[in-house]
């Protein structure tokens, strides 16, 4: 076939580039801010539709409509705002000032610290849950309980309320059973309603009742599961009872109106309320089972200050001995802990007397908030010091108050004298495992709290107390623990490089695998928080050892994700290593790194980027033959914008060369696949590269583009690919921009073929005559492509060419004009083309017709027919 000519048109980029750009409008944006409150006129209309009615219309602004992003410009939490647009109905303050006061949290005379028991009581309520029925023991009431309102002896209302007690216990109840989960918690509910129902319609002993039948359902355990949450439940309705009662007394001790203050004495209490309170203790004491009578009673403790100062101090004891009558453990325990609940000081007031309260308070600092142990902790050395250790250790009492003090500080006078105290007794132990699982704990709060150097004398400490008898081998996890709690504290490496004691630590790590966990735990750290390079030597010794660690650890048995691990971590080393302009310094640091990490190819990737020395020496070495041609490209890519053009040529060279080893399948992440894509995106690189290469004058025109086209004519590939075309197609990109009189774009100081021929005939000859053997190769291919199994294929790039013509040729030329025709007929010929795709290129030919000198796109639109499929 006769040698088609190819005629590149004329570019202008600067122009097209201004076409491009998107169409800048000016906009006047005055007070207006998208992250403003928005602020909404409402307008509220009210019409009367009754005859004789009049409508009425009102306007009103409100501004209550806030963009939650608004917060970023004026700091209001978008949480208040929907705090601020609640019901003002449930958000309105009490009227009356004492009563706000006695909503107070009940945990206010523990400290504003304290857990409270809502958040507790939530976390329950949502960890124990069971599927299986459950069933439930409901108080029928009678009418008996009601309020008379016909005068009557004392003496007939008490008897009439204890002959109501005993109906209760008589069986006066029904047995609900087959319940789910919810409908328990429904009936409970409808429990805890009754009883303010029948308290706020005056029937005291009817509410009375219903907490008795409430509190016998604690002695029941048959879904064990469930228990805690059925604890929880009932003893919310115990909670209101008790509440109702201590409002309903303290409501009879107001004088003209004023209640008693907080802190009031029994002795501010009148006589009518001192005999009602009596009178409801007298009321439980009769209730003949156990479980309803001390819970009914610890309900309504509180209520013993209206009698006497010590009466809860007084009451505790025999409470205290009222649970151990009660024969089910779990219930007993339960028990125990709603007493403790309902007045925690005097609990531990109590407890603080006795000798042999370790238990009770290594239980105490292992479930009660951090910031509440914290806030109290020389109280706490003083309990602990004064501990009976043959009970419970002492370092188990301390390892628990470490445990509370990493997650929250204490008083800031008080952290020497913690640290002192505790590490008294640390550093006594002989255990060597008892050592260091309380030394552990500690050594946060070293961290946390104090200077390098009392974080040495905490290593030294340890590496003394572990290295008799190798020790250490037993206690690698809370070693590593030690290493991690110093690097998240100590961040700076210059810092923690200078505590003596730090690299003698990780000398005790002797087992390989712990070994490098702990090196990788520490360049992760480097690697996250140093923000600028470094060339201090310390740090530069140090972490060499480190990554030598890690790399000597890799053998033909180590995964591919760990090599890859190593490989980053050791990475990121080298990239933050910077001598400035001392470059003989760097590449001495450069050479070293080189010799000990030989067996991890990544980081000689990596060194290969960094040193352009290596290039020629190492890149050779490497297995992926992908990853040396693209070294080779990013190599000359390199000398080039360094000026040094005989390595550019060189590196290009290589590339060359190594295009024909590229084999038909590579391996990626495991799995083997085709290398076409893989390569042609790699030669589309190289191509885009080629365009400002300048040439040798000893070489001959293009010299590079010419051998490059010569391996691509001998490489063998597929017989179902395509590829070779789609180069081909790219080629013509190249070389037409090459005819250019100014290149798109250029290295700094570097002179491209542009400047070097200066348009010179002879070389848009080469060009041209280059361009007419690639059109001449690619209608070759699509003429192979005419077999039935092959016409989809041949649509496709009949169609891709004729873009590459469209973008880059000089439509003026008829034959080349005619050429399009014809491709954009064969791409529809057998009716493969994608009618959509078709149609947008036609549109987009007759808009480019509107632009200066393309008025030849408008006849060349009118012969592009669009074909239906049919």
């Given at each position: 076939?006769?040698?088609?000519?190819?005629?590149?048109?004329?570019?202008?980029?600067?122009?097209?580039?201004?076409?491009?750009?998107?169409?800048?409008?000016?906009?006047?944006?005055?007070?207006?801010?998208?992250?403003?409150?928005?602020?909404?006129?409402?307008?509220?209309?009210?019409?009367?539709?009754?005859?004789?009615?009049?409508?009425?219309?009102?306007?009103?602004?409100?501004?209550?409509?806030?963009?939650?992003?608004?917060?970023?410009?004026?700091?209001?939490?978008?949480?208040?705002?929907?705090?601020?647009?609640?019901?003002?109905?449930?958000?309105?303050?009490?009227?009356?000032?004492?009563?706000?006061?006695?909503?107070?949290?009940?945990?206010?005379?523990?400290?504003?610290?304290?857990?409270?028991?809502?958040?507790?009581?939530?976390?329950?309520?949502?960890?124990?849950?069971?599927?299986?029925?459950?069933?439930?023991?409901?108080?029928?009431?009678?009418?008996?309980?009601?309020?008379?309102?016909?005068?009557?002896?004392?003496?007939?209302?008490?008897?009439?309320?204890?002959?109501?007690?005993?109906?209760?216990?008589?069986?006066?109840?029904?047995?609900?059973?087959?319940?789910?989960?919810?409908?328990?918690?429904?009936?409970?509910?409808?429990?805890?309603?009754?009883?303010?129902?029948?308290?706020?319609?005056?029937?005291?002993?009817?509410?009375?009742?219903?907490?008795?039948?409430?509190?016998?359902?604690?002695?029941?355990?048959?879904?064990?599961?469930?228990?805690?949450?059925?604890?929880?439940?009932?003893?919310?309705?115990?909670?209101?009872?008790?509440?109702?009662?201590?409002?309903?007394?303290?409501?009879?001790?107001?004088?003209?109106?004023?209640?008693?203050?907080?802190?009031?004495?029994?002795?501010?209490?009148?006589?009518?309320?001192?005999?009602?309170?009596?009178?409801?203790?007298?009321?439980?004491?009769?209730?003949?089972?156990?479980?309803?009578?001390?819970?009914?009673?610890?309900?309504?403790?509180?209520?013993?200050?209206?009698?006497?100062?010590?009466?809860?101090?007084?009451?505790?004891?025999?409470?205290?001995?009222?649970?151990?009558?009660?024969?089910?453990?779990?219930?007993?325990?339960?028990?125990?802990?709603?007493?403790?609940?309902?007045?925690?000081?005097?609990?531990?007031?109590?407890?603080?007397?006795?000798?042999?309260?370790?238990?009770?308070?290594?239980?105490?600092?292992?479930?009660?908030?951090?910031?509440?142990?914290?806030?109290?902790?020389?109280?706490?050395?003083?309990?602990?010091?004064?501990?009976?250790?043959?009970?419970?250790?002492?370092?188990?009492?301390?390892?628990?108050?470490?445990?509370?003090?990493?997650?929250?500080?204490?008083?800031?006078?008080?952290?020497?004298?913690?640290?002192?105290?505790?590490?008294?007794?640390?550093?006594?132990?002989?255990?060597?495992?008892?050592?260091?699982?309380?030394?552990?704990?500690?050594?946060?709060?070293?961290?946390?709290?104090?200077?390098?150097?009392?974080?040495?004398?905490?290593?030294?400490?340890?590496?003394?107390?572990?290295?008799?008898?190798?020790?250490?081998?037993?206690?690698?996890?809370?070693?590593?623990?030690?290493?991690?709690?110093?690097?998240?504290?100590?961040?700076?490496?210059?810092?923690?490089?200078?505590?003596?004691?730090?690299?003698?630590?990780?000398?005790?790590?002797?087992?390989?695998?712990?070994?490098?966990?702990?090196?990788?735990?520490?360049?992760?750290?480097?690697?996250?928080?140093?923000?600028?390079?470094?060339?201090?030597?310390v740090i530069l010794n140090a972490l060499l050892h480190i990554c030598k660690t890690m790399h000597d650890s890799v053998n033909a048995l180590t995964l591919e994700d760990e090599k890859r691990m190593l490989a980053a971590l050791i990475n990121g080393f080298i990239k933050m290593v910077s001598f400035g302009r001392d470059f003989e310094q760097q590449l001495s640091f450069y050479v070293e790194a080189r010799s000990m990490f030989c067996n991890l190819e990544p980081v000689l990737v990596q060194l290969i980027h960094a040193c352009v020395a290596f290039c020629f020496i190492t890149i050779p070495s490497l297995s992926s033959i992908?990853?040396?041609?693209?070294?080779?490209?990013?190599?000359?890519?390199?000398?080039?914008?360094?000026?040094?053009?005989?390595?550019?040529?060189?590196?290009?060279?290589?590339?060359?060369?190594?295009?024909?080893?590229?084999?038909?399948?590579?391996?990626?992440?495991?799995?083997?696949?085709?290398?076409?894509?893989?390569?042609?995106?790699?030669?589309?690189?190289?191509?885009?590269?080629?365009?400002?290469?300048?040439?040798?004058?000893?070489?001959?025109?293009?010299?590079?583009?010419?051998?490059?086209?010569?391996?691509?004519?001998?490489?063998?590939?597929?017989?179902?690919?395509?590829?070779?075309?789609?180069?081909?197609?790219?080629?013509?990109?190249?070389?037409?921009?090459?005819?250019?009189?100014?290149?798109?774009?250029?290295?700094?100081?570097?002179?491209?073929?542009?400047?070097?021929?200066?348009?010179?005939?002879?070389?848009?000859?080469?060009?041209?005559?280059?361009?007419?053997?690639?059109?001449?190769?690619?209608?070759?291919?699509?003429?192979?492509?005419?077999?039935?199994?092959?016409?989809?294929?041949?649509?496709?790039?009949?169609?891709?060419?004729?873009?590459?013509?469209?973008?880059?040729?000089?439509?003026?030329?008829?034959?080349?004009?005619?050429?399009?025709?014809?491709?954009?007929?064969?791409?529809?010929?057998?009716?493969?083309?994608?009618?959509?795709?078709?149609?947008?290129?036609?549109?987009?030919?007759?808009?480019?017709?509107?632009?200066?000198?393309?008025?030849?796109?408008?006849?060349?639109?009118?012969?592009?027919?669009?074909?239906?499929?049919?």
């Amino acid at each position: 076939m006769a040698a088609f000519p190819w005629h590149a048109r004329a570019r202008n980029y600067v122009s097209e580039s201004e076409v491009c750009k998107l169409e800048s409008v000016p906009l006047d944006f005055g007070d207006y801010h998208p992250l403003k409150p928005i602020t909404v006129t409402e307008s509220k209309t009210k019409k009367m539709t009754r005859k004789g009615s009049t409508s009425s219309t009102s306007s009103s602004s409100s501004s209550s409509m806030m963009d939650p992003l608004s917060s970023v410009l004026d700091g209001t939490d978008p949480l208040s705002l929907f705090a601020a647009a609640a019901d003002p109905v449930t958000t309105a303050p009490p009227t009356d000032g004492a009563r706000r006061k006695r909503d107070k949290d009940e945990s206010s005379a523990v400290g504003s610290d304290f857990e409270p028991w809502s958040s507790k009581r939530g976390e329950i309520l949502a960890r124990y849950t069971t599927t299986e029925k459950l069933s439930i023991n409901l108080y029928m009431g009678s009418e008996k309980g009601k309020a008379t309102t016909t005068g009557s002896a004392v003496s007939e209302k008490v008897r009439t309320r204890l002959e109501e007690l005993d109906d209760l216990e008589e069986g006066s109840q029904k047995e609900l059973l087959n319940l789910t989960q919810q409908d328990y918690m429904n009936r409970i509910e409808e429990l805890n309603q009754s009883l303010k129902d029948a308290w706020s319609s005056d029937q005291k002993v009817k509410a009375l009742k219903i907490v008795i039948q409430c509190s016998k359902l604690l002695s029941d355990t048959t879904v064990i599961q469930f228990y805690p949450s059925k604890f929880v439940l009932i003893t919310d309705i115990l909670d209101t009872f008790g509440k109702l009662v201590y409002e309903r007394i303290l409501s009879m001790c107001m004088d003209n109106r004023v209640s008693l203050p907080d802190n009031f004495s029994p002795e501010s209490v009148n006589d009518t309320a001192k005999e009602t309170c009596l009178n409801w203790f007298f009321k439980i004491a009769s209730i003949r089972e156990l479980i309803p009578r001390f819970y009914v009673e610890a309900a309504i403790l509180k209520c013993n200050k209206f009698l006497s100062k010590t009466g809860i101090l007084e009451c505790l004891p025999r409470l205290t001995s009222m649970i151990r009558g009660i024969g089910d453990p779990l219930v007993a325990v339960y028990a125990r802990a709603y007493l403790c609940r309902v007045l925690l000081t005097e609990m531990m007031e109590r407890c603080k007397k006795l000798g042999n309260n370790a238990l009770l308070l290594n239980s105490v600092m292992s479930a009660f908030r951090a910031e509440f142990i914290a806030a109290r902790s020389m109280d706490f050395i003083g309990m602990i010091k004064e501990c009976d250790e043959s009970g419970f250790p002492k370092h188990l009492l301390f390892r628990s108050l470490g445990l509370n003090l990493a997650l929250a500080d204490p008083p800031e006078n008080d952290r020497l004298q913690i640290l002192n105290e505790a590490w008294k007794v640390i550093t006594k132990l002989k255990n060597p495992q008892d050592y260091i699982n309380c030394a552990e704990v500690w050594v946060e709060y070293t961290c946390r709290h104090f200077t390098k150097r009392e974080v040495n004398t905490v290593l030294a400490d340890i590496i003394k107390h572990m290295t008799p008898d190798r020790a250490f081998e037993d206690a690698y996890p809370q070693l590593q623990s030690v290493i991690h709690k110093v690097i998240t504290y100590i961040y700076d490496f210059a810092v923690l490089f200078s505590v003596e004691k730090f690299l003698p630590f990780l000398d005790m790590f002797q087992k390989e695998n712990v070994r490098v966990e702990v090196c990788k735990c520490i360049m992760e750290s480097f690697i996250k928080h140093q923000q600028e390079s470094t060339k201090d030597p310390v740090i530069l010794n140090a972490l060499l050892h480190i990554c030598k660690t890690m790399h000597d650890s890799v053998n033909a048995l180590t995964l591919e994700d760990e090599k890859r691990m190593l490989a980053a971590l050791i990475n990121g080393f080298i990239k933050m290593v910077s001598f400035g302009r001392d470059f003989e310094q760097q590449l001495s640091f450069y050479v070293e790194a080189r010799s000990m990490f030989c067996n991890l190819e990544p980081v000689l990737v990596q060194l290969i980027h960094a040193c352009v020395a290596f290039c020629f020496i190492t890149i050779p070495s490497l297995s992926s033959i992908f990853t040396r041609l693209n070294l080779y490209l990013h190599s000359g890519q390199v000398a080039l914008a360094n000026q040094c053009l005989s390595q550019a040529d060189a590196f290009f060279k290589a590339a060359v060369s190594l295009v024909p080893e590229v084999p038909k399948m590579i391996s990626v992440d495991g799995k083997m696949r085709p290398s076409d894509a893989f390569l042609l995106e790699f030669l589309c690189n190289f191509f885009s590269t080629l365009l400002v290469v300048p040439d040798h004058p000893e070489q001959g025109v293009l010299f590079l583009v010419r051998g490059l086209l010569n391996v691509i004519q001998d490489y063998t590939w597929e017989d179902n690919s395509d590829d070779k075309v789609r180069i081909y197609t790219n080629v013509l990109h190249l070389l037409s921009a090459m005819t250019q009189e100014t290149f798109i774009y250029h290295v700094d100081k570097v002179d491209s073929n542009d400047t070097l021929y200066g348009g010179d005939s002879k070389f848009l000859a080469e060009i041209n005559k280059l361009s007419e053997t690639v059109v001449s190769q690619i209608l070759d291919h699509l003429k192979t492509l005419g077999k039935e199994e092959t016409l989809k294929r041949q649509s496709q790039l009949a169609h891709y060419f004729f873009n590459t013509i469209v973008a880059h040729g000089d439509l003026r030329n008829n034959r080349l004009n005619q050429l399009s025709v014809n491709l954009w007929n064969l791409a529809q010929k057998h009716g493969f083309a994608d009618t959509k795709t078709m149609v947008k290129t036609l549109e987009y030919i007759k808009r480019r017709s509107k632009q200066p000198e393309m008025s030849h796109f408008t006849d060349l639109a009118l012969r592009l027919p669009l074909q239906s499929r049919t």
